[in-house]
């Protein structure tokens, strides 16, 4: 089920968001599952990268995270991301009553945030290559497709205007970017306190 979606998603977006809505209206806890298995892509890639692949920046020589430092790391994003998609879930939940009728108490903030988020979850997998050019350009070609999929997909999970799902949109995306400079900067923090990596010789 899950891996349709994200299929559908990058195939025909529109066509699978009214899928996406009806299931979420039918199974709201199905997205706590989701969010559990998607968010294990990034950690899971960071560490293979980080740990056997190894970094190289320009022609200098590979670098390497020892796996006890790397692992610590990981869990710490792991559980980082799944707080913040969490965070955004209800904040879209909060901001449904402005933008929305619905009345009824579902999960649809968090079924929303989980697919924006998911072609940077997936387009993670890259970090088991870990090279600067291909980071950054995975990341900005991912960030726009969620952007996409944002405005896409909330006009048809919340049953509204596309008018008003544009603003309900940009709403949505400026607590997004918020919420990732905050997470940004809780990983400076977590690595200042002596959480950094450590690295083989």
């Not at 009806?22 to 997205?31: G, H, I, V």
């Not at 960071?46 to 056997?52: A, D, E, K």
């Amino acid at each position: 089920m899950l891996l349709s979606h994200v299929w559908g998603l990058f195939a025909h977006p529109r066509e699978e968001f009214q899928v996406i809505q009806k299931e979420q209206a039918e199974r709201p806890k199905l997205y706590i599952l989701y969010i559990l298995i998607l968010t294990v892509i990034p950690p899971v890639s960071v560490y293979i990268g980080s740990t056997m692949t190894g970094w190289r920046i320009g022609q200098g020589d590979i670098t390497r995270m020892t796996a006890s430092s790397t692992l610590s790391l990981c869990i710490l994003m792991y559980l980082a991301i799944i707080v913040e998609i969490y965070v955004l879930g209800r904040a879209i939940d909060w901001m449904r009553t402005t933008y929305t009728d619905l009345s009824k108490r579902e999960l649809s903030g968090l079924a929303m945030a989980t697919y924006i988020v998911m072609p940077l979850l997936v387009f993670s997998v890259f970090a088991i290559y870990p090279t600067i050019w291909m980071i950054f350009l995975t990341l900005i070609v991912a960030s726009c497709y969620s952007a996409y999929l944002l405005y896409a997909g909330v006009p048809i999970m919340f049953n509204i205007p596309k008018e008003r799902g544009m603003m309900f949109s940009s709403a949505i995306l400026s607590i997004a970017l918020v919420l990732a400079v905050v997470l940004m900067i809780t990983l400076v923090i977590i690595w200042v306190m002596g959480f950094g990596p450590e690295f083989t010789s």
